[in-house]
C-alpha cells in the first residue's frame, strides 16, 4: 500500500510518501508563498500550492490512499460551495485580543470556558476570532467555519467535516463529549455559523475525480480526516502511554502529555485537547523557532546560515541581556495575548552573538517555565521526546537539556507529525501502524549536565523576574 501524506503547516507544505511493501519514505517540503504574514493568507492558494507539491510527490506512483495533517486554531469563513468569505486566520493572528479582553475580565466565565472547552480566554481561539468577526460587520449567517485542514478535506472529498481532534482546539468543542458546545456558542453570540460535522480520526472519503486531476491519482481512493500536526506529533512518536510527553520546538514550542482524561490547571495556565488516539494536557508557546528567525535575520542578516553563528555560542558566556520571547503575544502559561516580548538589560559591551544566545536562552526559559505548570498537574513525565529545529542546533539542544534537568530522547525519526498522519492512514485503511520505517528504533539520548543545569536555573530566575514585573 502506498499512503500520500500532505501538510500544511504554519510555514511550509510538506508531502510524505510511504510503500508499505518496500518500507520507502520519502519526503518533500516547501516553503508557502504568501502575501504579508503566515499569520493571515489565502486558504485556496495554500491548498493549491500543497496540491502541486503532492502532484510532485506522487509522479510515478500509484496512490492507495491520501493522509492529511494541518495546524490546530485556524479559522477561515465560507459559503456553502467553499468560496471564501475571510482568508485563513493561523493561530499567530491575534485580530482578536479585544474580543478576548472584554471576556478575560470576568473571572468567572474565564473558568467556565476553560472547564467547558479545555481552552482559554485568548485571541489565538477561533471562537474569540468569529466574534471579533462578527463585532466588525461580518455576518455569520450562510457561513460554514472551517480551519485550513477542513478546508483541504473538503475540496479533495466534497464532504464537509472535522476531526474531534482538530476541533479541540476551536475553543467551541465540549470537553464532556465529542460534540459542539451549544452553550458557549449562544453566550459568545456566534451560534448563527454553521460548523462541520465531526468525526473521529479514522474517518475516510473518497477522492474526487476534480481533486484526483490536481494530485495526478486515481480518483475514489480514501483520503482521511485531518488531524492536528501537534497531535499527530503524539501519534508519530507512539506516545501514547500515560506520562508521555513529546516536546516540539518548531515555529512555536509546545509540550503534551498524554493523559486518560481531560486535565485542567487551577491557575488556567495549560491547555487540554483531544488528539486522534486520546487526550492531551499541554502548553505552548507563540515564540519559538520564529524567535530565532527574527534574531538571526535582524543581528546578522537572513543571507546567514545558522552553521555559521553556531560556533560562536558559548556556556562560558555570562550576564546576557534577557529576551523575553512574547514578539507574537503569550500563550502558556500567562495567557496574555496582547502581551509584548524584547531584550532586556541590555548594555554597551553586549555583541550580537550575545543578544542572540540571550534570545535562546529566553525561549527555552519561557518552555520551562510551562513544563513547571505542566508538571504541577500531571507529575514528571515518563518519557520526553524532543523534536524540531532545536535538533539542528548542538548548542542550544543541549541548553534545553540541561534547563529542563532532565534526560530526553532525540528521535531519529524525521517529520513526526506526517509519520503521525500516516499512521492513521493505515489503521484507517485495516493496515498495521507498526512499520518498520516508520517506527524510532535507535533514539538518541541526551543527558543534561547537573552543574550546568544549576547555572541555568540562575537564569531562570531572572527572567521569572522579569516576567512577573513585565505582566500586564
Known sequence: MIILALEASTTSAKTM????????????????????????????????????????????HDIDAIALSSTWHGLTLRR???????????????????????????????????????CMVNAIYP???????????????????????SLNFARLTG?????????????????????????????????????PELVDGLTTAPLTPDAAAHLGVRAGIPVTIPGPDGGLNQVGEDARGDGDMTFSMGTS???????????????????????????????????????????????????????EIEPQLSADRKSLPLFMPFLFGERSPGWQDQRQ??????????????MYQGVLTGIVSSLYHCFLVLQEINGIPERIMLSGGVTSSPFWLQMTVDMFGQPMRVSSLQHASAVGAVKMALMANGESPDQPALQDTEPRIVHPNPERTAELRVEFERYLAAYEQTRA
Open 80 to 118: 456553502p460551495d467553499l468560496s471564501a468569505v475571510t482568508p485563513v486566520y493561523e493561530w499567530p493572528y491575534t485580530g482578536a485580543q479585544g474580543a478576548a479582553a472584554l471576556y478575560r475580565r470576568d473571572a468567572e466565565f474565564k473558568d467556565w470556558y476553560y472547564r467547558r472547552t479545555g
Open 341 to 354: 516580548g524584547g531584550l532586556l538589560e541590555l548594555r554597551p559591551e553586549h555583541t550580537r552573538i550575545d
Open 253 to 307: 514550542g509546545a509540550l503534551r502529555y498524554s493523559v486518560p482524561e481531560p486535565s485542567f490547571s487551577p491557575s488556567l495556565s495549560t491547555w487540554t485537547y483531544r488528539s486522534p488516539v486520546g487526550w492531551l494536557s499541554g502548553a505552548a508557546t507563540s515564540g519559538c523557532g520564529n524567535c530565532v528567525d527574527w534574531a538571526r535575520d535582524l543581528l546578522f542578516g537572513h543571507s546567514t546560515d545558522f552553521s
Open 159 to 195: 464532504r464537509v467535516q472535522t476531526s474531534h481532534a482538530l476541533a479541540s482546539g476551536s475553543g467551541l468543542l465540549s470537553t464532556d463529549a465529542p460534540e459542539w458546545d451549544a452553550e458557549v456558542l449562544k453566550v459568545l453570540g456566534i451560534d448563527d455559523v454553521a460548523l
Open 127 to 149: 471562537s474569540f476570532k468569529l466574534r471579533h468577526l462578527k463585532d466588525q460587520g461580518v455576518d455569520l449567517k450562510g457561513t460554514i467555519a472551517l480551519d485550513q485542514g
Open 17 to 60: 510518501l510511504f510503500d508499505t511493501a518496500t518500507q520507502d519514505v520519502q519526503v518533500l517540503t516547501r516553503r508557502f508563498e504568501t502575501q504579508g504574514s503566515n499569520a493571515v493568507r489565502d486558504g485556496d492558494s495554500v491548498f493549491t500550492q500543497l496540491m502541486a507539491l503532492g502532484r510532485e510527490a506522487a509522479t510515478g
